[in-house]
């Protein structure tokens, strides 16, 4: 499966962004997915995902102003991020699997990533 995200930007702080993954097949419909961020010197960090059966959870620093969503027809997983702070300022990947996977970051690859740069 190859994941193609996009949707990144430069945007100021306080400002908004929607991301856009796209699958090449239907495994958003049939599994876990996640979406996940790496900072300059920082190591890969799962921010959001959403089960197979379309439970949620986020991490601490998203929490109430990011929101991931799934369209599996479309083969799209989205994040919806709101009030973005100058931490946000990473390059974000989504990814699919088990729940297993989605803890270990453990896939058989990743996606080229979008940037996102929260600056004034």
């Known amino acids: 499966v190859q994941f193609v995200e996009s949707g990144g930007t430069l945007v100021q702080p306080g400002g908004s962004l929607r991301l856009s993954c796209v699958a090449s097949?239907?495994?958003?419909?049939?599994?876990?997915a996640a979406w996940y961020r790496q900072a300059p010197g920082n190591q890969r960090e799962r921010i959001a995902s959403?089960?197979?059966?379309?439970?949620?959870s986020y991490a601490d620093s998203v929490k109430g102003r990011f929101t991931i969503s799934r369209d599996g027809a479309r083969k799209t997983v989205s994040l919806q991020m709101n009030n973005l702070k100058p931490e946000d300022t990473a390059v974000y990947y989504c990814?699919?699997?088990?729940?297993?996977?989605?803890?270990?970051?453990?896939?058989?690859?990743w996606g080229q990533g979008t940037q996102v740069t929260v600056s004034s």
């Open positions: 990814n699919a699997g088990s729940a297993e996977a989605l803890r270990s970051m453990d896939f058989e690859s």
């Open positions: 097949t239907t495994i958003f419909s049939i599994t876990n």
């Open positions: 959403i089960s197979r059966l379309g439970s949620t």
